[in-house]
């Protein structure tokens, strides 16, 4: 039994003061781990917006709120509308320029900047080379030739912008196009 009191009650030395320490650090260790996670999870994934789609050559700039716009439309894509829409859509300002938590719910992940930047991020590895620094995407989750679609316009620093028309199961890991790439340039 260890004394209450101060006074009679033995200092810990030697091996107790080093587990004591290390136990401290685990558990600001864990702290940290779980409130880092915490944050990605509530903020959307807006943290991503900073990381590039491609290591190499492309960053965003700018804050996320400002440089990523998700609609969720029944809009429908064609071919012959494909670059001239998608450029107006990043000349507009959406409001809210992200869905409702319940519609980007039922949307998908493509409708959370987490979800379409992992999807832009894969296509730019093998759609786009050397392309300048992005500064803004503009997403619309609607259809291209009456069939769901990720209609994704994104702007660079050199006045370029691309329009991709991507199949809604795109991710990190794969996607699939489709028409060709709309390229405009200034």
Known sequence: MIPISR???????????????VGAAAAVSAFAVIADTALH??????SSIAAQFKPSAL????????????????????????????????????????????EAAAAGPLA?????????????????????????VAAELARYDSKPALVAAVGYTDGTKRVFALDRACTADSYRLLAPVAVLTP
């Open 112 to 136: 959370t900047v987490r979800g379409l930047t992992d999807c832009l991020r894969a296509v730019s590895a093998k759609e786009v080379q050397d392309a300048p620094t992005v500064t803004k």
């Open 41 to 46: 999870r509530t903020d959307g994934g807006n």
């Open 59 to 102: 960053a965003f700039a700018g804050p996320a709120d400002s440089s990523v716009q998700i609609h969720l439309s029944d809009a429908d894509y064609s071919a012959a509308t494909l670059g001239s829409r998608g450029s107006a859509n990043l000349a507009a300002t959406w409001t809210p320029p992200l869905p409702h938590n319940a």
């Open 7 to 21: 006074a009679v009650r033995p200092k810990p030395r030697g091996r107790a003061v080093f587990g004591l320490v």
